[in-house]
């Protein structure tokens, strides 16, 4: 069975800082991984995935993240924080062998924080 | 393009009570999935429709709670009696492909639904 680990619920970085929200995954066969984002009152947006093409992976708004298969990580990063980054990530693995379908399994979640 | 589209957003409903969610995915989208976060943990996985067909209900939590998707059009979560555990916050979403990387998963806002 798959899972995800994100180290750390709530993360409050100052804005114009570094973002680094951290994601490990636990799966027999490398899996899909993605990033998602939740702004307040809204739906999850994607972010960005990973699919084996490349480890690092640019998505949008800035973010990008790089997979690791010796650290079975996929930590999300972006250079510069701004306040309009304040919202709540999930990292989340779905399963290759099946094709990558969109049964996804997610972490609990982190909170980001951006202060002035 | 219209969105993932769900009702009500909000429900609060008292234990024994049935509650019926509606979800009205992207036109053309065969692919539905309900997916549930209960408070603080991870968003977990419900079910999978592919038009009208149930391709995957292995998330369900018990009997009490029945999706249907008549038509292969909305979908309906109707949860009789609901019971305090079932407070959460419930997504739909929608694809166009059920298996693929790249046939992304579009969310709704969610409904919050709170058993008192």
């Known amino acids: 069975a798959q899972s995800v680990t994100q180290l750390g619920s709530h993360v409050s970085v100052s804005e114009g800082a570094l973002v680094l929200l951290r994601c490990n995954y636990s799966s027999s066969v490398p899996p899909y991984l993605f990033w998602y984002v939740q702004y307040p009152n809204q739906g999850l947006q994607l972010l960005l995935k990973y699919t084996s093409a490349a480890t690092l992976v640019k998505g949008i708004n800035g973010f990008e993240a790089e997979f690791k298969k010796s650290e079975t990580s996929f930590h999300l990063t972006k250079p510069s924080a701004h306040m309009s980054d304040a919202a709540e990530y999930f990292c989340?693995?779905?399963?290759?062998?099946?094709?990558?379908?969109?049964?996804?399994?997610f972490g609990t979640g982190t909170q980001l924080k951006v202060e002035l | 393009e219209a969105g993932v589209t769900q009702f009500p957003s909000h429900s609060v409903i008292e234990k024994g009570q049935t509650v019926t969610l509606r979800c009205d995915p992207i036109?053309?989208?065969?692919?539905l999935y309900w997916y549930r976060r209960v408070m603080g943990k991870e968003i977990k996985f419900l079910l999978h429709?592919?038009?009208?067909?149930?391709?995957?209900e292995s998330g369900m939590p018990n009997n009490r709670f029945l999706a249907e998707r008549t038509g292969g059009t909305y979908s309906t979560l109707k949860v009789q009696p609901a019971e305090l555990e079932d407070s959460g916050v419930y997504f739909c979403a929608s694809s166009l492909r059920g298996t693929g990387i790249n046939s992304p998963l579009h969310f709704g806002n969610g409904t919050r639904l709170t058993v008192t």
């Open positions: 429709f592919v038009k009208e067909s149930k391709q995957d």
């Open positions: 989340a693995v779905s399963d290759r062998l099946t094709g990558g379908g969109n049964k996804l399994t």
């Open positions: 036109s053309g989208h065969d692919n």
